[in-house]
């Protein structure tokens, strides 16, 4: 019993419900304005996929407000409602006063039983709509006193409300324009606010300036995104943007305003807890940009409505501290942003149907950032009277630093004239002093220079002297053996002058021949020939040695002449023969080169204390073996040659090879060396326009590179 009264109450419940939706809206005259949200019967198609018959048959609820509010939802939605026209018009328009709906379509049951479907949508371009209008308009030709039956299918991602209004073009047309009118005045009012705060940037160069005119473009942009126009005049052909604009437009608009808060408030010095907290709101609007490229469109409304309010929240508390600070910037911003606040407020009981939809609530998101621009800007413009009022009280101040510095410069320039005049009589004894020790540095700088080239003197005549000591010595020993070999000869031959006298020569004959066997003659002759070649290479030696010497020294030869390089190597290491141990490899990698234009006296002395320092590594070494060397290569790159002396001493640190050119310094003991050796070196290549690198590290020996012009004539001049 109980289940048949409930089966009879739903019945009686659905056909109240139809009865209610079947009243139909009833237009009388061509001079109404209708709006007829309260006369819609909802349903929700939870399935995305019933067809337009399927849904004909599905239970309709009536609408129980003037604008349906079907909030944020991924289902589509549908709404029915009838027309009845007792007027004289039979041409009317139906249109949504919402013109950032996805996908809609208007469906008209036909007297013959057919039905008539008209799509519309950012899902599509804006040039296929038969109105040149954001908001979406539909024809409709109801005969007079006839009644049709309509069907719309709307789909939406973001807020989706039904303000539907019905009456004839030309009232349409007017109540759009009434609308576009004061749009156009807020638009203004966002334009004329951003230019003049750009003219304020560029005249002072502040960002605050700037990041304020990123603002309020991206908070009349958004305004515009969600009255249309920006699908209507800015991207008409660009459906994806249309589609996901309102949400990318506000993520925009949250950032930039949260960097407008933070510049403008100063927070990170004022109050860096909400510094902070603002940049985690700022991370929060990023965030929003994952569901929307991701196509979960309905989940990023929901999350930039979030981080919207959230953010809103933490910037008037972080300005409500900052302005208990006595920070009068905050105040400003208090004020502002309590009327942008009261404006959300009244935009967003309006969306969810607290307060009616009529021209107050839906252009209080325009008034309210209208106003916070406009006060924002009057903030910003008292913080440039606050810089004006700064500046004239710091050039007060310092106009009286000034005269007080004045003042006591006046007093100072007595004490400090006398004070000048006993420090011009001490500088001037001290530049005596400074000069006389310049000279005395001079001469001793001289002496050294002086004791470098006598110490080098004197290892190269030490040198010169073994060297040809050696050869003299051979030709001396070679002397009395020859001698004596000569007087054998000269008996040899007293016996045969004296045949001619003597009359038994066959017996003079056989002693000679017993004399020959006595003095070996045969041996003799092959002694003299050996003493004899001795005493050539001996000779020879010492010749080379002289020549050697002579192409060193090159003491005829001052000026600046074309050499063989190889020559003057090649001559340095005859006169250190005698210094180079004999476990030393000299390795010899000549290229063919042509002769360069040089001081070749000068250029022999680098090599003489570069092979110097070489050998002397190598003696220094405590463990030495069998494959220590000196190599020499030469090679020609451009313009310059290149001689490269490398050999396998100690080596050197870092530190020692950065100071090895620097005058004095040396690394052997006191009294071994004056430490100008290599500090010579380089000013004969400098002089010769050249450059020396060296490479060493402690344990694997040192490399030597040194570049020569080809012509030094050109790099002189």
């Avoid at 008292?382 to 006591?408: D, G, P, V, W, Y």
Wanted: charged share 20%.
């Amino acid at each position: 019993m109980l289940s048949k009264i409930v089966v009879l109450w739903s019945i009686f419940t659905l056909s109240t419900l139809f009865t209610i939706t079947a009243q139909p809206v009833v237009y009388k005259n061509g001079h109404q304005l209708l709006q007829i949200g309260g006369h819609l019967a909802l349903y929700t198609d939870k399935s995305n996929k019933l067809t337009f018959d399927a849904v004909k048959q599905q239970p309709f609820l009536a609408s129980t407000q003037d604008v349906p509010n079907l909030q944020i939802t991924p289902y589509t939605q549908w709404a029915r409602f009838s027309i009845q026209n007792l007027s004289d018009e039979n041409q009317l328009i139906l249109e949504i006063e919402y013109p950032i709906i996805d996908d809609i379509t208007l469906y008209e049951s036909l007297p013959d039983g057919s039905t008539k479907s008209t799509r519309l949508g950012e899902y599509t371009a804006f040039k296929t709509r038969g109105y040149d209008h954001q908001n979406y308009q539909f024809a409709i030709s109801i005969p007079t006193n006839a009644t049709r039956e309509y069907y719309l299918r709307v789909k939406a991602g973001e807020q989706l409300q039904l303000p539907v209004y019905l009456s004839t073009p030309e009232l349409i047309f007017e109540k759009n324009n009434r609308r576009e009118l004061i749009f156009g005045i807020y638009i203004g009012v966002i334009l004329a606010m951003a230019c003049y705060n750009l003219f304020i940037y560029i005249s002072t160069r502040d960002n605050s300036y700037l990041i304020y005119v990123s603002y309020i473009i991206c908070v009349g942009l958004t305004q515009v995104t969600l009255q249309g126009y920006a699908f209507r005049f800015l991207w008409p052909n660009n459906s994806w943007l249309a589609m996901h604009a309102t949400v990318f437009v506000p993520i925009l608009n949250g950032l930039t305003a949260l960097a407008f808060i933070q510049n403008f408030l100063h927070t990170k010095q004022n109050y860096p807890l909400g510094h902070k907290l603002l940049y985690a709101a700022f991370v929060l609007y990023l965030l929003c940009f994952i569901p929307m490229f991701l196509d979960m469109y309905n989940y990023a409304q929901i999350m930039v409505q979030m981080d919207a309010f959230l953010a809103a929240v933490i910037a008037f508390v972080v300005a409500y501290r900052i302005s208990l600070k006595g920070v009068s910037a905050a105040r400003f911003f208090l004020v502002a942003w309590s009327i942008f606040l009261i404006s959300i407020f009244v935009f967003v009981l309006r969306n969810f149907n607290m307060l009616p939809y009529n021209n107050f609530t839906y252009y209080a998101l325009q008034i309210g950032s209208g106003l916070e621009v406009l006060l924002l800007s009057f903030a910003l413009a008292h913080k440039i009277n606050m810089f004006k009022a700064e500046k004239e009280a710091s050039q007060q101040l310092a106009l009286t630093i000034s005269l007080e510095n004045e003042r006591l410069v006046r007093e100072q320039n007595i004490i400090l004239e006398s004070k000048v005049k006993d420090r011009t009589e001490d500088l001037q004894a001290t530049n005596l002093e400074l000069n006389n020790a310049l000279n005395n540095l001079k001469d001793t700088q001289t002496r050294l220079v002086e004791k470098e080239k006598m110490a080098s003197l004197g290892q190269l005549t030490a040198g010169i002297a073994h060297e040809i000591n050696n050869p003299i010595n051979f030709v001396t020993s070679n002397i009395k053996p020859l001698k004596l070999d000569i007087a054998d000869l000269r008996s040899l031959l007293s016996r045969y002058d004296q045949l001619a006298t003597n009359p038994d020569i066959q017996k003079e004959l056989a002693d000679i021949e017993l004399f020959k066997k006595e003095i070996d003659i045969d041996y003799i002759h092959e002694e003299i020939s050996s003493l004899i070649k001795g005493i050539e290479d001996g000779a020879a030696r010492t010749a080379e040695i002289v020549k050697g010497l002579r192409t060193f020294s090159r003491l005829d030869e001052s000026e600046v002449k074309s050499i063989d390089i190889h020559e003057g190597l090649d001559s340095t290491l005859v006169l250190l023969r005698n210094g180079i141990p004999p476990d030393v490899n000299i390795i010899k990698d000549y290229a063919e080169l042509p002769k360069i234009e040089c001081y070749a006296g000068k250029i022999n002395q680098v090599f003489m204390n570069i092979f110097s320092n070489s050998l002397n590594a190598i003696k220094t070494k405590k463990e030495h073996h069998n494959n220590e060397f000196i190599s020499i290569s030469t090679r020609q790159e451009d313009k310059f040659i290149i001689i490269t002396i490398k050999d396998t001493g100690i080596g050197m640190t870092e530190a020692v090879r950065e100071k090895i050119f620097d005058p004095f310094f040396t690394t052997k003991d006191v009294g071994e060396g004056t430490g100008l050796g290599l500090s010579i070196v380089f000013s004969i290549i400098e002089k010769h326009k050249g450059k020396i690198i060296v490479n060493s590290a402690p344990g694997e020996g040192a490399e030597f590179i040194i570049y020569l012009p080809l012509d030094i004539t050109n790099h002189l001049s």
